[in-house]
């Protein structure tokens, strides 16, 4: 199964690209997606990070099926 994980802002910067393709065992939740992206790029743990699922924001309970889109971005603030 495979995934395309959208990356924005800093993030992007991070990781390299503003997408990759990222192959995946079943069955497996969105949660554990993300905490294996930020395992294989540690320097994103150094932000606040939002995830999302298909579009909406990611609760990391969601299960991952073949061609899903996730995306992780980071939270941003502003007055």
Known sequence: MKVN???????ADIV??????LPLQTP???GEVFRQITDRYPQL??????????QEYSSGNEMV??????????????G
Request: proline share 0%.
């Open 16 to 21: 390299g690209k503003r997408e990759i393709e």
């Open 28 to 30: 497996i939740r969105s």
């Open 65 to 78: 099926n073949d061609g899903d889109e996730l995306a992780v971005f980071s939270a941003v603030s502003g």
């Open 45 to 54: 743990n150094e932000h606040r990070l939002l995830f999302a699922f298909n």
């Open 5 to 11: 994980v959208l990356f924005f802002g800093v993030t």
